[in-house]
């Protein structure tokens, strides 16, 4: 999203040469340029976007040189310390970055400490995380900062040892010399310590000498989570923050308008605070137990919200009225079709959740936050407070999928406390986070492909959605305000979408536009954005193209593919998984590609729709038609950690199958009917596949591609072609379950639903 | 206030707390044991998932005035010394298959896993792969395939 390429971060002066710079400090600190986003955009279609890019100039103009710097700090007990500027939100990022710096320093990964920094306005652009930019913008910065770190503890060894730096080997955390004398780290830290900030020049490991980048490592935090040690951000103690929660209206964006029993719900057991807010009623207690009582006890008549009366069906309407036209029909033969995905949530299983303590004159905020600059000028403004006195820590998050680049229940939280004068530790309930939440819009794609004989003419494809939210802009206050201006914000969301969209199939003149209504929802970007509905429905229609030109999946789409990369992974998993293989009825493969964030993958998906298989009996479950086979290979270019790939894939793959089979959110009269886990049928074990197989294609690239979110459009646009394969029928709304509503919906008065007693009763 | 009185992790603790407060804020806002998450408080999502007189069960349903001053509750942290080690053999299994991502989830997919196992063990059979697919522990970020690899490879240990 913030579009960095891999050399353009910290001054490349050479092929493998960078400046960096050691800094004043009593140990060892050496830094690395995380330069904003150069402006390699400026091709880019939209005016306003190119306003937006000349402000961003100006700012970095205005920036001093040395603030936007990263830092490695070598500690005095043998430890490496690098605060990330980015939301470690389950992606991996800390153990990537632990590598690359084990990577340059030649210290081991486990002396190496992640932490996630505070929010830093200096950075500007730059302490965003999203559009799977984390390695693609930090790759070089870090290894600079690192590599300079390794050069000032092997200068400073050279003096104790009284050798020459070029008979010193640094292994393992200790610089050895000829004679066999060795010194730690630790012990030079404050050796090799600089009394002034100076700038230095440094060359980074080769390729072909990397030990670590490369190769697969479990991650450096898993101990800590599999004991339950990991700490989130509801497990912080921050003394007095008590429990908190919000009773939230009925529909979409509801207002206060009277509580009829406030003094009441005061005097109940355990609360020690009710107040009313923009959002709701506000209850502080000493335990959650209690704040969920005594929501469920509020009696308050609601104004209305922002989607009154709308469901399903009126914004299809809605949709319609929008969609761009595609133009008249060509004389030559066309394919067709169009395409309807349903409001999905991206919550994730911690919900939106903060810590806040606002005093007169100051205010501390815990929360993951992917835009924390934004989050704090924020949360400033509406406090009243200089920026200067917002402290925002970036706790370890539970899960994003894109939920986490807003800072709602933050925003919230620091509200709260300013009204009451105390520390509240804030929980949004599991119905809240369903109900009132951020969404995937609703989308309708409409594509019309012409052709003639075995050439493809023209490839159309209109996209029509509910008003995604970019309001996060690029992490930064000023560029989330012109993300919110009416024509910024078009301009912003058609860049994105653009920018996002590639055509990698040579299918002539090609054009996809987005066209947006209505910003009645809370809306966002959920993994992958854009790019699941799309590609969905293009890989359908590239099925129905390939059956009407008489070619088979695979091979049309190993003919079209625009670049030998592109085809080697799809001829990957053709291979891999035996495309081709004859399979009993009712039960079909499915193929499909996607390329985004400088990387490709693709998919190959076995599906069963048989009735004894879609009509398997689950409680309160939605069985449906069970992805039986995954095979998916992935090109990322270099893969720092191979392992860590593989398990972003498996997620994405697991999200895929979600969003083409059994999730998505029911709107009906202005509310989203779903408010439990049960409801909302993201995949359960029960719809995972049993056969899995991950390929992370060799490359000889220096340059790292993103991959948090890459594998979720391959994934949904196989399984969407496996089952129009398996069926006989394409299909043409998603997900394909959205139809049957598979449970009663829970009451919206109160928001809430009670706290189950009978929990003794399952102990199994 | 009330007192009500039970064993968590090995030792005996008494709270003061209204007799129908939830055993999940008991352990994480009364006595500070954060390790089961809340995801749901409908005993749905089982991030909660601890283990009651060595079975499974989810702390967000269950009023602390029905625990007995017998009765036994384990939550992950508590795990390990089940088996006298510093990892139970499934939190060694999760380590091996590197199964975590955001990590959310993982305490109480790990206690849903042990109970599991014993449960075949008692019934004197393997885990099956309708055992797997009747686990009803969301995550969110999809490590669902290496939980069910972890499972069985930390059933062989245990």
Known sequence: MTGSNGDGPAE?????????????????????????????????????????????????????????????????????????????????????????????????????????????????????????????????????????????????????????????TLKAGVITDRSGGGIDIGALAEKAASMRTRQVSVELTSRESFTVIGRPHNRIDALEAVTGRKKFAMDLDVPDAKPTMVCRPPTINGKVGSVANLAEVRTMPGVTDVVVISTGVAVRAETFGQCIDAVRALRVSWKPGSAEGKSDETVLRELEAAELPLGLRPPTPTVEGKFTFYFRSNSALEPNCAIADVRADRAEIWSALKSPIVAKQTIAAKL???????????????????????????????????????????MWHRADDSRQGRTHSMATSRVR???????????????????????????EIITAMAARLPVGDIGFSETFFQLSQAMSYDFGVSSRLLSETDKGFNTGSMRNVYSPDVTCARE???????????????????DFLRDDRSRAVLAKVAEAGNWGRPMPADTAQGIAFHAEYKSVSAALVEIDCRPET?????????????????????????????????????????????????????????????????NYFYTRQWNTPPELQIIVMPSASEKPGGA?????????????????????????????????????PKPTIPPIPPSPTDGLNHAR | MPEHTFRVNGEQVTVNVAGDVRL??????????????????????????????????????????DLQPTDEVTTIEGLPAKVGKDLHPMQQAWLDHDVVQC??????QIMAAVALVRRAAAEGREITDADLDGLRNICRCGTYFRIREAIRAGAENM
């Not at chain 1, 001093?64 to 500027?85: K, M, Y």
């Not at chain 1, 539970?398 to 229940?409: P, Q």
């Open chain 1, 708 to 744: 948090g979110e890459l594998g979720v459009a391959a994934s949904m646009a196989a399984v969407a072609c496996a089952y129009g394969r398996a069926t006989g029928t394409m299909p043409t709304s998603f997900p394909i379950n959205h139809g049957t509503l598979s449970f009663t």
């Open chain 1, 540 to 558: 359908l229609i590239v099925d129905r193209l390939a059956a009407r030109m008489g070619k088979d999946p695979y091979r049309f789409r190993h």
């Open chain 1, 449 to 475: 492909v012409a052709y003639a004989g075995d050439t493809v003419l023209s490839y159309k494809q209109r996209h029509t959605s509910v008003s995604t939210d970019l309001g996060h802009g690029l992490g």
């Open chain 1, 12 to 168: 490349a002066i050479g092929r493998r040469r960078f400046l960096g710079y050691v800094l004043a400090a009593p140990t060892l600190v050496a830094a690395a340029e995380l330069r904003p986003t150069p402006a390699a955009d400026a091709r880019l279609p939209s005016p306003e976007l190119t306003e937006l890019l000349d402000l961003n100039d100006m700012m970095t103009a205005a920036a001093l040189p040395t603030s936007g710097l990263i830092s490695v700090e070598v500690n005095r007990d043998g430890t490496v310390s690098f605060a990330l500027p980015r939301a470690e939100v389950g992606q991996g990022i800390t153990t990537s970055t632990a590598m690359l710096i084990a990577e340059e320093m030649a210290v081991p990964l486990e002396r190496v400490r992640v932490t996630l920094a505070d929010a830093r306005p200096e950075l500007l652009f730059n302490q965003l995380t999203g559009g799977s930019n984390t390695t693609i913008a930090t790759y070089i910065p870090i290894r600079v900062a690192a590599a300079i770190a390794r050069l000032r503890l092997l200068a400073a060894a050279a003096t104790e040892l009284g050798s020459a730096v070029t008979d010193l």
């Open chain 2, 24 to 65: 999940l804020w008991v352990l994480r806002d009364v006595l500070g044991i954060t390790g089961p998450k809340y995801g749901c408080g409908i005993n749905v999502c089982k991030a909660c998932t601890s283990h009651l007189n060595g079975k499974a069960v989810n702390p967000c349903a269950i009023p602390v005035k």
């Open chain 1, 614 to 678: 879609v009509n398997r009996p689950i409680r309160d479950g939605v069985t449906g038609p069970r992805v039986t086979k995954v095979v998916f290979a992935v090109d990322v270019g270099l893969a720092v950690n191979p392992r860590g790939l593989e398990a972003q894939m498996m997620g994405c793959i697991m999200d895929g199958i979600a969003l083409a089979l059994t999730s998505s959110l029911h709107l009906r009269d202005g509310y989203f009917l779903e408010a439990s886990w049960d």
């Open chain 1, 384 to 426: 009243g407070l200089p920026l200067g006195r917002v402290t925002v820590h970036v706790t370890e998050g539970g899960g994003s999928f894109g939920r986490k680049l807003f800072f709602d229940a933050a925003l919230e939280a620091a509200e709260v406390s300013q009204r009451i004068g105390k520390p509240v530790k804030l």
């Open chain 2, 103 to 108: 990590g959310y989830c993982q305490p109480g």
